[in-house]
């Protein structure tokens, strides 16, 4: 594994540009880089070595964007998050949509069910027989539903009593997986056709904590031991359903397990989404480093005093266990913090540091956010710059009036 020395600093000439692409708008802004974009994208393909990278929708949340990426060489396939915005993708004309969450929409399904070419283009997750049983109540017509099984990739230790990882599927072992195949393949209307396997404890966990470097080689130590023993499973596992069913593909990892993820043979492809646009928690690994592609900029508002400026609102925190990792980071200029005693405020947001000073009202401050994709439920709209220019405004879901909860 090649190891990475820390994010390097945004360039100045960053935050010249941006600002001088988004002279003409008023603030608060959101803008995509697409050199960043683009080449974060190259990346991401690169550390695939070949398999091909199925791109995660949440992280994006953009149509315009994920018909970007899919266009790049490398990619394939979407990974979805709801239902309801799998279908409308697949109406769209987005082909091969794995829903990658288990849904509760019997509305989604009776659509899915009356729709030949929607069930063709879609793949639901499934890891209880309950969800089999919801789908048929909600049946609007006998179209085949392609199911995906989900194979818990959390890390048990001391005998079970300590376990490290996502709950998410109750799918644990080959037998689990092999009996709840063989129950789907005997029901009409069902069939399997792939497995995913997230190791999230690993590809969302960065292993360069900064200023933590007792954690850091904990983390590492952990995910060192899941990543052997996960191996081992995931390949059973993939025997026993190959005893069952035909897998069209294998998923696994995110972002942060590209590498470690697409070095097992079982598995044939990888999703990521977060890399696209490098959010502030994925500059913490050493196996890689992204460029910042999608930022927002805060007016400035007032100037309270020395080494201090406020701008408009900002408060917008990232999904996850509440803590100070999941407010965004002011990140141009450099050198700015939050006040302690207010963080990242609902309508306003004092920030201190010396580059205060040379800010004036009317201003702007570009924050990164935490997470990738949960930045578009804040803006209708991301600006596409190229060098110093907007060359194109397009919608997010929710500037197409689509919140998918």
Same mark, same amino acid.
């Given at each position: 594994?090649? +190891?990475?020395?820390?994010?390097? #600093?945004?360039?100045?000439?960053? @935050?010249?540009? !941006?600002?001088? =692409?988004?002279?003409?708008?008023?603030?608060?802004?959101?803008?995509?880089?697409?050199?960043?974009?683009?080449?974060? *994208? =190259?990346?991401?393909?690169?550390?695939?070595?070949?398999? #091909?990278?199925?791109?995660?929708?949440?992280?994006? &949340?953009?149509?315009?964007?994920?018909?970007?990426?899919?266009?790049?060489?490398?990619?394939?396939?979407?990974?979805?998050?709801?239902?309801?915005?799998?279908?409308?993708?697949?109406?769209?004309?987005?082909?091969? +949509?794995?829903?990658?969450?288990?849904?509760?929409?019997?509305?989604?399904?009776?659509?899915?069910?009356?729709?030949?070419?929607?069930?063709?283009?879609?793949?639901?997750?499934?890891?209880?027989?309950?969800?089999?049983?919801?789908?048929?109540?909600? $049946?609007?017509?006998?179209?085949?539903?392609?199911?995906?099984?989900?194979?818990?990739?959390?890390?048990?230790?001391?005998?079970?009593?300590?376990?490290?990882?996502?709950?998410?599927?109750?799918?644990?072992?080959? %037998?689990?997986?092999?009996?709840?195949?063989?129950?789907?393949?005997? @029901?009409?209307?069902?069939?399997?056709?792939?497995?995913?396997? !997230?190791?999230?404890?690993?590809?969302?966990?960065?292993?360069?904590? #900064?200023?933590?470097?007792?954690?850091?080689?904990?983390?590492?130590?952990?995910? =060192?031991?899941?990543?052997?023993?996960?191996? %081992?499973?995931? *390949?059973?596992?993939?025997?026993?359903?190959?005893?069952?069913?035909?897998?069209?593909?294998?998923?696994?990892?995110?972002?942060?397990?590209?590498?470690?993820?697409?070095?097992?043979?079982?598995?044939? %492809?990888?999703?990521?989404?977060?890399?696209? !646009?490098?959010?502030?928690?994925?500059?913490? !690994?050493?196996?890689? &480093?992204?460029?910042?592609?999608?930022?927002?900029?805060?007016?400035?508002?007032? @100037?309270?005093?020395?080494?201090?400026?406020?701008?408009?609102?900002?408060?917008?925190?990232?999904?996850?266990? =509440?803590?100070?990792?999941?407010? #965004?980071?002011?990140?141009?200029?450099?050198?700015? $913090?939050?006040?302690?005693?207010?963080?990242?405020?609902?309508?306003?947001?004092?920030?201190?540091?010396?580059?205060?000073?040379?800010?004036?009202?009317?201003? @702007?401050?570009?924050?990164?956010?935490?997470?990738?994709?949960?930045?578009?439920? $804040?803006?209708?709209?991301?600006?596409?710059? %190229?060098?110093?220019?907007?060359?194109?405004?397009?919608?997010?879901? &929710?500037?197409?009036?689509?919140?998918?909860?």
């Amino acid at each position: 594994m090649v +190891i990475l020395d820390a994010p390097a #600093p945004a360039p100045v000439s960053d @935050r010249l540009r !941006y600002d001088r =692409a988004t002279a003409h708008l008023d603030g608060p802004v959101a803008v995509v880089d697409l050199a960043a974009f683009d080449a974060n *994208a =190259a990346d991401l393909v690169r550390r695939a070595g070949g398999k #091909p990278v199925r791109v995660a929708s949440k992280s994006v &949340r953009c149509r315009a964007l994920l018909e970007r990426v899919l266009a790049t060489d490398g990619f394939a396939g979407v990974m979805g998050f709801t239902l309801d915005e799998s279908l409308w993708l697949a109406r769209s004309g987005f082909r091969d +949509i794995l829903l990658a969450y288990p849904s509760a929409d019997r509305t989604g399904f009776a659509e899915l069910t009356a729709d030949p070419q929607l069930a063709r283009e879609i793949t639901v997750v499934l890891d209880d027989p309950a969800q089999l049983d919801l789908i048929d109540k909600a $049946r609007g017509g006998d179209a085949e539903v392609r199911v995906c099984l989900e194979l818990d990739t959390a890390l048990h230790l001391l005998g079970g009593r300590v376990r490290v990882g996502a709950r998410r599927s109750p799918l644990r072992t080959p %037998e689990d997986l092999g009996a709840f195949a063989e129950l789907v393949q005997r @029901r009409p209307g069902f069939r399997v056709v792939g497995l995913m396997a !997230y190791e999230g404890h690993v590809a969302g966990v960065g292993d360069r904590v #900064p200023a933590r470097p007792v954690r850091s080689q904990l983390v590492r130590l952990m995910q =060192a031991r899941s990543r052997a023993e996960l191996a %081992e499973r995931r *390949a059973a596992v993939v025997r026993r359903l190959r005893q069952v069913a035909e897998l069209e593909f294998v998923n696994g990892g995110g972002t942060g397990s590209v590498e470690s993820t697409v070095a097992e043979r079982a598995v044939t %492809e990888v999703a990521a989404g977060s890399g696209l !646009y490098q959010p502030q928690l994925f500059d913490n !690994y050493r196996a890689f &480093r992204g460029r910042p592609a999608a930022l927002f900029g805060q007016p400035v508002v007032r @100037r309270p005093g020395v080494g201090v400026v406020t701008v408009l609102g900002g408060g917008y925190p990232a999904s996850g266990a =509440a803590g100070p990792d999941r407010s #965004p980071v002011p990140y141009l200029p450099p050198g700015l $913090r939050y006040d302690p005693m207010e963080g990242a405020g609902e309508v306003q947001t004092p920030l201190l540091g010396s580059a205060a000073d040379d800010l004036l009202i009317g201003d @702007r401050v570009w924050f990164r956010h935490a997470k990738a994709g949960e930045l578009c439920e $804040r803006f209708a709209e991301l600006h596409l710059i %190229e060098g110093d220019r907007v060359v194109r405004t397009v919608p997010t879901y &929710r500037g197409e009036g689509k919140t998918f909860l």
